[in-house]
């Protein structure tokens, strides 16, 4: 009786258990869990990210004309100057001799115009004593009068050699004393010395074709700042003079600074032939709240188009298909290089009825999270914007089950919104909605 007890109750609990799993499979999800976002109007605004440094607007950097001792050096480095300062002294030793020599040689090319000047006149004045002799009367012959007519015409000739004379030795002079000018550098421009590279006593050494020099100091301007951005050839059409920008510096990671497009380079820069091109875009900054330094690290986003409540779309949502929603990876090609294989469509998987369905779409802009949707989607619609794993095998009329988690708060950015922020919090237009 016992023994029978026991088979009754195994029974039922095997009963159970076949219920429960009955339960628990009618319940189970027809597909892999998927997140889902609705299409939603959004602000959006494209940029063009890139790196670069911090440079100021107006620096010049000085080097020595001639070379030469620094025998007295009258700045340090940050020191403000204004221009006109002096800054620096070379050894003009050398070049104060070579200065009274090239004065000693324009005073003797003087005297010597002078004396050619004076045998000159006396010819003439003879010359003029023959003619009137020679007139009726033949106290002079033709032959002494055409000599004296000769040698005027040579001590004349010889006076122009010697004012000649006169003219070389005062551009050596000039060239003189533009050597011993040299030896003084004074401040081209009002700024900061930014960079000081010599010292006294130490030798500055002039530039040549194989050799760049000494670079003695930098003076710059840092009350106006500019970053020198290089982006990639591909973004160049779409920056143009006058866009927006947010550029942040490695020196300051909690602050944003912003500015314009001031310049866009005509020629790229290659590291090397195989290397892509790259374009340098000047971007000139507002007024700064901080200090900044030459050189400093930054990287920029450029707004170049802005699109106010527009439907969109997560960028993760976006896939290429073929036009039955098909996998286009299936005959061999790669699924990165989907979008670029034969016969692809770009497009979203819609929720339906439990069900993805492929809705090819077009896209406009590229925000710094979402695609700007120019057709093929209604605002409203719920679109499976994720997990990367499921987008990546996922086809039409595949089960899928939503997951009921809100997509996460944009950050406020330069890419992810209408509008561009100073680090002040004030609202800036921007000027790349073309």
């Not at 533009?178 to 010292?199: C, E, F």
């Not at 990287?299 to 188009?305: C, E, K, L, Q």
């Given at each position: 009786?016992?023994?029978?007890?026991?088979?009754?109750?195994?029974?039922?609990?095997?009963?159970?258990?076949?219920?429960?799993?009955?339960?628990?499979?009618?319940?189970?999800?027809?597909?892999?869990r998927?997140r889902?976002?609705?299409?939603?109007?959004?602000?959006?605004?494209?940029?063009?990210?890139?790196?670069?440094?911090?440079?100021?607007?107006?620096?010049?950097?000085?080097?020595?004309?001639?070379?030469?001792?620094?025998t007295?050096?009258?700045?340090?480095?940050?020191?403000?100057?204004?221009?006109?300062?002096?800054?620096?002294?070379?050894?003009?030793?050398?070049?104060?001799?070579?200065?009274?020599?090239?004065?000693?040689?324009v005073?003797?090319?003087?005297?010597?115009?002078?004396?050619?000047?004076?045998?000159?006149?006396?010819?003439?004045?003879?010359?003029?004593?023959?003619e009137?002799?020679?007139?009726?009367?033949?106290?002079?012959?033709?032959?002494?009068?055409?000599?004296?007519?000769?040698?005027?015409?040579?001590?004349?000739?010889?006076?122009?050699?010697?004012?000649?004379?006169?003219?070389?030795?005062k551009?050596?002079?000039?060239?003189?004393?533009?050597?011993?000018?040299?030896?003084?550098?004074?401040?081209?421009?009002?700024?900061?010395?930014?960079?000081?590279?010599?010292?006294?006593?130490?030798?500055?050494?002039?530039?040549?074709?194989?050799?760049?020099?000494?670079?003695?100091?930098?003076?710059a301007?840092?009350?106006?700042?500019?970053?020198?951005?290089?982006?990639?050839?591909?973004?160049?059409?779409?920056?143009?003079?006058?866009?927006?920008?947010?550029?942040?510096?490695?020196?300051f990671?909690?602050?944003?600074?912003?500015?314009?497009?001031?310049?866009?380079?005509?020629?790229a820069?290659?590291?090397?032939?195989?290397?892509?091109?790259?374009?340098?875009?000047?971007?000139?900054?507002?007024?700064?709240?901080?200090?900044?330094?030459?050189?400093l690290?930054?990287?920029?986003?450029?707004?170049?188009?802005?699109r106010?409540?527009?439907?969109?779309?997560p960028?993760?949502a976006?896939?290429?298909?073929?036009?039955?929603?098909?996998?286009?990876?299936?005959?061999?090609?790669?699924?990165?290089?989907?979008?670029?294989?034969?016969?692809?469509?770009?497009g979203?998987?819609?929720?339906?009825?439990?069900?993805?369905?492929?809705?090819?779409?077009?896209?406009?802009?590229?925000?710094?999270?979402?695609?700007?949707?120019?057709s093929?989607l209604?605002?409203?619609?719920?679109?499976?914007?994720?997990?990367?794993?499921?987008?990546?095998?996922?086809?039409?009329?595949?089960?899928?089950?939503?997951?009921?988690?809100?997509?996460?708060?944009?950050?406020?950015?330069?890419?992810?919104?209408?509008?561009?922020?100073?680090?002040?919090?004030?609202?800036?237009?921007?000027?790349?909605?073309?």
């Amino acid at each position: 009786m016992k023994r029978r007890k026991l088979v009754l109750g195994a029974a039922a609990g095997a009963a159970l258990l076949l219920l429960a799993g009955i339960g628990a499979a009618a319940t189970a999800p027809d597909g892999p869990r998927a997140r889902v976002e609705r299409v939603a109007r959004r602000s959006l605004a494209a940029t063009v990210t890139g790196s670069g440094l911090v440079q100021p607007r107006d620096k010049v950097d000085i080097s020595a004309d001639i070379s030469g001792r620094v025998t007295e050096l009258a700045v340090r480095e940050g020191q403000w100057v204004n221009r006109g300062d002096l800054v620096l002294r070379l050894d003009a030793t050398r070049l104060q001799a070579a200065l009274f020599r090239a004065r000693a040689a324009v005073a003797q090319a003087q005297a010597a115009a002078e004396q050619q000047r004076a045998n000159w006149m006396q010819a003439v004045s003879t010359l003029r004593r023959s003619e009137q002799l020679a007139g009726g009367r033949g106290w002079v012959t033709g032959a002494e009068l055409e000599q004296a007519r000769s040698q005027a015409a040579m001590l004349q000739a010889q006076l122009r050699s010697a004012e000649y004379a006169v003219d070389q030795a005062k551009a050596g002079l000039e060239e003189a004393q533009d050597g011993v000018d040299k030896t003084v550098i004074r401040a081209p421009m009002s700024g900061r010395v930014t960079r000081l590279n010599i010292r006294l006593g130490e030798t500055a050494v002039v530039g040549t074709m194989n050799n760049p020099g000494s670079l003695l100091l930098t003076i710059a301007d840092l009350r106006r700042m500019e970053a020198r951005i290089r982006v990639e050839e591909t973004d160049v059409p779409s920056i143009a003079v006058g866009d927006s920008a947010v550029i942040r510096i490695d020196a300051f990671p909690q602050r944003a600074f912003t500015g314009r497009v001031e310049r866009i380079a005509n020629s790229a820069t290659r590291g090397s032939p195989q290397q892509s091109a790259h374009f340098q875009i000047v971007v000139a900054l507002d007024s700064t709240p901080v200090a900044l330094r030459p050189e400093l690290s930054a990287s920029a986003d450029i707004v170049t188009d802005v699109r106010r409540g527009v439907p969109s779309i997560p960028i993760l949502a976006l896939v290429a298909r073929d036009r039955l929603g098909r996998r286009l990876d299936a005959a061999g090609a790669k699924p990165d290089a989907a979008a670029a294989a034969p016969g692809a469509v770009e497009g979203v998987f819609v929720l339906r009825g439990g069900m993805a369905r492929f809705v090819p779409v077009r896209v406009g802009i590229v925000g710094r999270r979402y695609y700007e949707v120019a057709s093929g989607l209604r605002v409203g619609e719920p679109v499976i914007a994720g997990s990367y794993e499921l987008l990546r095998g996922l086809e039409d009329g595949d089960d899928v089950e939503a997951v009921a988690e809100p997509a996460p708060a944009p950050r406020p950015s330069a890419g992810a919104s209408a509008e561009v922020r100073d680090p002040a919090g004030r609202t800036a237009a921007p000027a790349g909605g073309r």
